[in-house]
Structures are given as structure tokens and as C-alpha cells.
RNA sequence: UCCGGGUUAGCUCAGCGGUAGAGCGGGUGGCUGUUAACCACUAGGUCGGGGGUUCGAAUCCCUCACCCGGAGCCA
């Protein structure tokens, strides 16, 4: 009888069985008498013992031989092994080769550099580290649509294409349209978050928005994946606890379900455990102050760069919130602050360990009138926007969103040292290949 | 876009004015428990493109292309 087909990750459940493996050779190390043949088949990583006294002469050179990435379908006895890494371990007596690459596998046990290895991301995806930070990556992509499900959110797909409106111009890809015209990839799709919390209540998003900036860091994707949510009848404090219940649930989620990936890319776990709730919090103008103490030249109307937020966040081991920033450095639907409307009601997000703002919120303004000025000032075609304002038309109610970059959050939790990592194939300003 | 750094063997790099090197990977042989396995032998290069200086350029200068790091902007 053919032996059952079985998953790296189920091994342990088979120990002395005879089962059958399905997938790849990413290493071998052979003697003489003895080949051990490292495997993967998407669910892990185990090592392979063929001994040659279970082997005809042929068939035992063909598994000294094996090149690198050869898919096979192997049969074996399920052991426990002390000896191997994993303590258990598949002892081969039968093989069968699906494919043999002709060509040596360009990527090696060797360093590489990063210019090779983004050339090959499509196969640089095989590797363990790559393989762990993406299965870190489907965890909190699960963990975000279970925390918004649990919470009673409706899911609102929002459009890729949209129209000459959103947070800025300037940064937008622009495309051709058929007869229509111009269109552009989304930036965001707040404004249509916020047209569907008016239907909805509770609403979120989930995919991929495009930035046309020409930012050249670690911390930058010109394809990135946001995730927004927007709730009618939310104020400032209500947004800001939903956001940290929000990172606070993935963190846990990845903790819960893929400590061991954490640890093989050599994360210190212990710094993601001290995460708590609540966040800390500091208002933009005691940030400013605090900077000015740390010698920085900074005074009220100036927006922080990489180093500021980088000494705001260092003092803590949890995220910090940095909130009711000046009017003037914001974009144009934030809701002024009642007490000092030279200061509007949003919030940023900042990571710990310099990982910087993963997310970026505020309470919109709900006034028609209000809207129109704050559009005019910011010069932007109040014509464009006539949806939108449609929204404060009918039954208008005060409500708040934010929006939280998938991509920087799993960079901070895996503790990468540049973003493109915590994507499968990252676009990035020079590279858009493979 | 600006400021730095880089482009030499399949990969990672050294060489920085006098005939092109190492480690890994590849090939061949050896080894019964290896863990980026090890040991021996071996093949492998228009030194990113173009132009210039020089008796002589991978090496110095100019230029173009591409890549990397950082800044601004942002998630």
C-alpha cells in the first residue's frame, strides 16, 4: 500500500510510521556511506537520512548527487532523533525525482548581496528567513480581519482606480482611463471609508494603495498595503482605543501563533512581550518640547522627521501615540480642536526600537462648511470633491478613522532592518523586477 | 530630486599605475551522523559601457547606465 502523504508540520504526529514527503532539497551534506538531504515543503523544514545500505548502487550516487532545489517525492520511516535539530527526522527508502534543475541554484549557503537576492526575490521566498518573516506576515494579515470580524466591522472593499481626489495631489500614479481620461491608483480610501461608515457604522479596508513618492528608505514601499477603518460617531479618545486594541491584538496574535518563526529570524521576542495596553501618549506640542530639551531645533509648525520621531520613541518600550499636531502640517479633513483649532485632532502612531509612525489617524470634519474652507485653503478643486461633501449633507455625524501600514507593522515585530523584507515582492523606487 | 558609497569569476569580496586573486559555489575523488559539514585536486574573467591621460590603466580623469545607503515626504 502507498503510504500517506504527510506535511513537514504533521511529522511529529507519525513518528515510526512509514509516510510518503512531497517537496524540495534545499541542502545536502553527503559521506561516503550516508547522505543527509535537508527538505522543505512549504509548511517547514526537516533533514532526510539515506544510508546506502537501503539503496541500490545507482540510485544511492543519484542522492549523493542531488543538486540543490530538486523536487522529489520521498517515502520513510518517521524518527525521533536526538541527534537531529528538529528531534525527529526522516529516514529514506525510496526516492523519486519530479524535476532536476539543469542549472545550478543561483542562491547559496553563502552571503549574498541585497542587489542579487531582490533580482531573485522569486526565488529568494524559498529561503528560511524569507519563508518565516512571510508566514509572520500572513499571521498579521489574519489577525487584522479577525480583530475588525470580532469587532463587529463590515469589510468595504475601496477602489484601486479612483479620481483626482485624496489626502495630496501630487504623489498619485496617473493612468489613462479609455475615453474618460485621467485616473489615478489609490493613495488611500479613507474618503470612501468614510461615505461607507455613514452606511455601515463600523467599516474597514484591507489592500494595496500606491504613493508616487520618490522616497528612497527603509521605511518606504511605493506599493504598500494599508489597512483603514473608519467609525460614525467616533471622537478622538474612542479612535485612539481602538487603534491600540488593534495593534495590541496583532502583536499578541503573532506572539500566540508564530513564536517559533520569531525566534528563527533571531528576534528578541522578550521586547514584543512588553508590549501593553494602554499605549503611552504625548501631545505634538510637549513632543516639541521634549526635542528641544534633547537639543533639536524645533518650534510649534514643524513636522518631525526620522531622527525626531526615532528620540520620541526611544524613551519607550511600547508604541507611543503623538497627537494634535498643528493644523498646518496635517492634511485638510482633520477636525480642529475645540479648545485650540490651530490644533486638530489626529494621531500618529510610532513603533518603538525606530521603526516609526505605523499609524496615522484623526477625527474628520463633519461640517460642510468648514470642509469647503479647509479645501480652499489647502488649494485643492473643491469641484472634485463633491461626493464627499455630499457626506456632510445628509445627516452628517461626527466620525473618526486611521489608517495602519500593514508593511511597517510586521517590519517592527520582525524586527527587520529595511521594509522590503515584510513583502513578497516589493516595489520599490528603482525596482520593479521579478 | 539632493548628498554619500559602489559596479572585478556563478556568488561575496580583495587588489587601487607594471602580465587578474581568495573564500564559497561548480566538477572529480575520499569519508557512516553531517549542521553555512570536512579533506585533496581541478575548471572558471573583454575588471559595468564609452571616451581620455600614460611607454603602460581594474587602478588616475571625464561621461553614461545601473545598484546600495541616507535626507525630504509619508503608512
Request: aromatic share 12%; hydrophobic share 40%.
Amino acid at each position: 500500500m502507498k503510504p500517506n502523504w504527510v506535511y513537514i508540520k504533521d511529522f511529529k504526529d507519525h513518528v515510526g510510521e512509514l509516510i510518503e514527503f512531497r517537496g524540495w532539497v534545499w541542502n545536502k551534506r553527503s559521506s561516503g556511506k550516508i547522505a543527509f538531504l535537508q527538505l522543505r515543503d512549504g509548511t517547514g523544514f526537516v533533514q532526510g537520512v539515506a544510508e546506502k545500505k537501503d539503496f541500490d548502487d545507482e540510485t544511492f550516487e543519484k542522492i549523493r548527487k542531488i543538486k540543490m532545489e530538486t523536487s522529489v517525492i520521498l517515502r520513510g520511516i518517521v524518527r525521533k532523533d536526538e541527534r537531529s535539530p528538529l528531534n525527529v527526522e526522516l529516514s529514506i527508502n525510496y526516492i523519486e525525482i519530479v524535476h532536476e534543475p539543469k542549472e545550478d541554484y543561483p542562491i547559496s549557503k553563502k552571503e549574498h548581496g541585497i542587489d542579487f537576492l531582490m533580482e531573485n526575490r522569486h526565488i529568494w521566498i524559498r529561503s528560511r528567513r524569507q519563508f518565516h518573516i512571510l508566514k509572520i506576515r500572513n499571521e498579521v494579515i489574519k489577525a487584522i480581519r479577525d480583530f475588525f470580524n470580532e469587532n463587529d466591522f463590515v469589510l468595504i472593499d475601496t477602489p484601486i482606480f479612483t479620481g483626482s481626489i485624496g489626502e495630496s495631489a501630487g504623489n498619485t500614479f496617473e493612468l489613462d482611463y479609455f475615453d474618460y481620461g485621467k485616473v489615478y491608483l489609490a493613495q488611500t480610501g479613507q474618503l470612501y471609508l468614510e461615505a461607507a461608515c455613514m452606511a455601515f457604522g463600523k467599516v474597514f479596508n484591507l489592500g494595496p494603495t500606491f504613493r508616487a513618492e520618490k522616497s528612497k528608505t527603509r521605511r518606504h514601499l511605493i506599493e504598500f498595503w494599508m489597512n483603514e477603518a473608519e467609525v460614525a460617531f467616533y471622537r478622538h479618545e474612542e479612535n485612539i482605543k481602538l487603534q491600540e486594541s488593534l495593534v495590541y491584538y496583532i502583536v499578541n496574535r503573532v506572539l500566540e501563533n508564530c513564536e517559533e518563526d520569531l525566534r528563527e529570524i533571531g528576534r528578541d521576542v522578550d521586547k514584543l512581550q512588553k508590549v501593553s495596553l494602554p499605549f503611552e501618549r504625548i501631545a505634538y506640542t510637549d513632543a516639541v518640547k521634549f526635542l528641544n530639551k534633547k537639543g533639536f531645533d524645533i518650534e510649534f509648525g514643524d513636522d518631525f522627521g526620522a531622527d525626531e520621531e526615532t528620540a520620541i520613541a526611544s524613551q519607550f518600550e511600547k508604541p507611543v501615540f503623538v497627537e494634535k499636531y498643528p493644523r498646518k502640517i496635517k492634511a485638510f479633513y482633520m477636525q480642529p480642536c475645540e479648545e485650540n483649532p490651530e490644533v486638530v485632532m489626529c494621531d500618529d502612531l510610532l513603533a518603538p526600537e525606530g521603526y516609526g509612525e505605523i499609524i496615522g489617524g484623526s477625527e474628520r470634519i463633519w461640517d460642510e462648511d468648514l470642509l469647503i474652507e479647509r479645501l480652499l485653503e489647502c488649494n485643492l478643486p473643491v469641484e472634485e470633491y463633491e461626493w464627499y461633501l455630499d457626506l456632510r449633507k445628509y445627516g452628517s455625524v461626527p466620525h473618526s478613522g486611521f489608517g495602519l501600514g500593514v508593511e511597517r507593522t510586521i517590519a517592527w515585530i520582525c524586527g527587520l532592518e529595511h521594509i522590503r523584507e515584510a513583502i513578497p515582492f516589493p516595489r520599490t523606487l528603482y525596482r520593479v523586477y521579478p
